[in-house]
């Protein structure tokens, strides 16, 4: 290693031997940075699932545009529109399909007693073009009374379930007071909202809530006509229909629009923000005090090479030197040691926890600028090497 | 270039320097005025506190030349910048009372630290030429040695040769035998005195050792801050 520091930075890596010189300290540096990491990717991994959650019921339709109640602030909550809006809509130029979407929750009692929830969603089997293309495919099964296609990445649903559904079989159960038949399985996942999810057609849906009108769905959703902008229809639909108690966005827009709420309103998303600004914080101290530390510890060393005439670039690269070995050295640790508290959070919680590559390339990059950052304070002690004091 | 090399390597004119400011102001240094001789070896001699190390660290250009002048290989240090007096320190070698050696690199790369100081060289010729002068100075058996694993003679040794290995035009010694036994400290001052008559090199020494004051071109004393004695042996 210091060979290969060597060739790279054409004079001897005082940093790195300075760093491994004192063996204990080192480990503990790492240990720092690598507790710091971690901190980092554990926030960003919950709030990465909080995100991903949020969006993945979007994963099961198949529209351009969304009409949603006005005081909804996600797919998954607020008041009910009319159907005549759906009506409306159908006049407008650009428009092509219609259809409600129903959403409610359905509780659903595990052999052993625990219930678990289920967002669960209504949809027009005669449209199955308004669904992701996997889930459109069961809609034929779906037309039939009291049938759902389950979530097989229910939190706590058992293995001999999905076994039987991904087998081609079936499986009834008892939820609201009726039985249900799930025909099939789809991947989806549990959330911060729900334990997982549920699809069934809008009449089978509205045998479950006995409470709801068909007249009532939760949101409309449309679908435009090839080539033609979904902006302009937007604006058209803006004009033609009463404003006031509607929103009207694509469903892209939706979907950024329930994250924005997500991350920044509620409280969970401010938390693991606060999150990660701890962690960065952490790791910001943590090297900043084991840098200024080595710098006082070497200052009579440093004063003899200032004497031998080393200018200050020399000294600010042994300190930038040692920032970016603590960096890396610790993030390679946090970031194994993540990879298993993901794995272990996914099987607890059913949350979908995933490393990606450009958290991890992110995670990396902020941590080698925090510890330059700490580097760039801890380089202020150097001014008190002088020279003079020597003799 | 002859006129420059036949110019005396420091000179000393009207030297006043003082420490602190208003009225905690104290004067170290009181009008010196001294050349010294190309190649020579001179001790400065005097009592703590009156001036010679001062005197030492204003020529090191280790600090600021505020009243009067000193010349250091033609370049006058009065109010110069930064960048002139870290120039000029490369071509000095410095020999400090503690051997000031870094803990965490081997006698070899104390030493390498030296010659890096002046840019881009050949590595193994680097190496070769740290080996050679901790060969020199009896250390061949402890140059892979961290200093924590040297004798205090050891490591004062490894600092001579890390000032000596870039062949500097000036040595300024603080102090360099002191912990030396009289063997090593002897072989010490015959380099310096050999370097003087090979190279050019002029040494600066200041010491209490009376051990080597014969080996001396010239001797001067301070006292309170002022030249009280100039001898040419």
Redesign the interface.
């Known amino acids: 290693m210091s060979r290969l520091l ?1 060739l790279l930075f ?3 890596p ?1 940093g790195w ?2 760093l ?2 004192s063996r204990g300290r080192f480990v503990a540096a790492i240990a720092g940075v690598a507790f710091a990491n971690l901190l980092v990717f554990m926030q960003l991994g919950i709030m990465g699932a909080l995100n991903s959650s949020t969006v993945a019921p979007y994963g099961l339709l198949n529209a351009d545009i969304i009409l949603s109640s006005e005081d909804g602030n996600t797919l998954t909550d607020g008041g009910h529109i009319p159907r005549a809006r759906m009506f409306q809509a159908l006049g407008v130029a650009g428009i092509v399909e219609a259809t409600p979407l129903f959403i409610g929750n359905l509780p659903f009692t595990l052999e052993d007693g625990s219930s678990v929830s289920l967002l669960s969603f209504g949809m027009d089997v005669a449209k199955p073009y308004f669904a992701a293309p996997a889930i459109a495919a069961t809609f034929d099964q779906l037309s039939l009374e009291s049938t759902a296609l389950l979530d097989e990445g229910t939190r706590g649903m058992p293995a001999s379930i999905i076994d039987v559904l991904t087998a081609g079989g079936k499986f009834s159960f008892e939820t609201g007071g009726n039985t249900l038949t799930a025909i099939g399985a789809m991947t989806v996942g549990g959330g911060f909202l729900a334990d997982g999810m549920m699809v069934m057609s809008d009449q089978t849906f509205l045998r479950e809530f006995p409470n709801r009108a068909s007249g009532a769905p939760n949101h409309i959703l449309i679908r435009t006509g090839d080539g033609v902008s979904i902006n302009a229809v937007l604006a058209r639909l803006k004009a033609t229909l009463p404003q006031g108690n509607l929103r009207i966005q694509s469903m892209e827009g939706s979907a950024a629009s329930d994250l924005a709420y997500m991350s920044t309103q509620r409280p969970t998303g401010i938390i693991f923000g606060f999150g990660v600004f701890m962690g960065i914080l952490v790791g910001l101290v943590i090297v900043y005090q084991v840098l200024s530390t080595d710098v006082a510890d ?1 200052l ?2 440093y ?9 200050q670039p020399f000294f600010l690269g042994i300190v930038f030197e040692e920032a970016i070995i603590l960096a890396v050295f610790g993030f390679i640790p946090g970031f194994f040691v993540s990879l298993g508290l993901y794995a272990g959070l996914v099987s607890f919680t059913g949350l979908p926890v995933e490393m990606t590559v450009g958290r991890a390339i992110i995670v990396f990059l902020g941590t080698l600028a925090a510890s330059s950052l700490s580097g760039a304070i801890a380089t202020r002690r150097l001014a008190n090497a002088d ?2 004091d ?2 | 270039m002859g006129g420059i090399e036949n110019k005396p390597p420091i000179t000393v004119k009207a030297l006043n320097h003082y420490f602190g400011t208003g009225d905690a102001r104290k004067q170290a240094i009181f009008d010196i005025n001294l050349e010294i001789d190309r190649g020579s070896l001179t001790i400065l001699m005097g009592p703590s506190g009156s001036g010679k ?1 001062t005197l ?2 204003l020529i ?1 250009c ?2 600021d030349v505020k009243d009067g002048h000193v010349t250091v290989l033609g370049h006058d240090l009065y109010e110069a910048n930064e960048g002139v007096l ?7 070698g ?1 020999i ?3 051997h ?6 081997t006698a070899t ?1 104390n030493v ?3 010659l ?2 002046h840019g ?1 060289g050949n ?1 193994k010729k680097q190496r070769a030429a740290a080996h050679h002068i901790l060969d020199l100075l009896g250390l061949a058996d402890r140059r892979d040695y961290l200093p924590g694993n040297l004798s205090g003679g050891q490591k004062q040794r490894v600092a001579v040769a ?1 000032a000596l290995v870039s062949n500097p035009e000036i040595v300024l010694a ?1 102090e360099p035998t002191a912990a030396l036994d009289k063997e090593s400290g002897h072989t010490v001052v015959k380099i310096l005195k050999s370097l003087g008559k090979a190279r050019g090199t002029t040494t600066v020494m ?1 010491t209490h050792d009376s051990r080597i004051l014969e080996m001396a071109d010239r001797i001067i004393t301070l006292e309170d801050g002022r030249i009280v004695s100039d001898k040419l042996q």
């Open positions: 060597t054409g004079r001897l005082i031997l300075q491994t010189h070497h009579r060393e004063a003899t090479f200032k004497a031998m005439g080393y200018g020279p003079a020597l003799f | 190390t030492l660290t090191g280790l600090r870290v120039g000029l320190r490369r071509r000095l410095f400090f009372q503690a000031n050696l870094h803990e965490s690199l790369q390498l630290m030296g890096q100081v881009d590595a890390r603080d200041v």
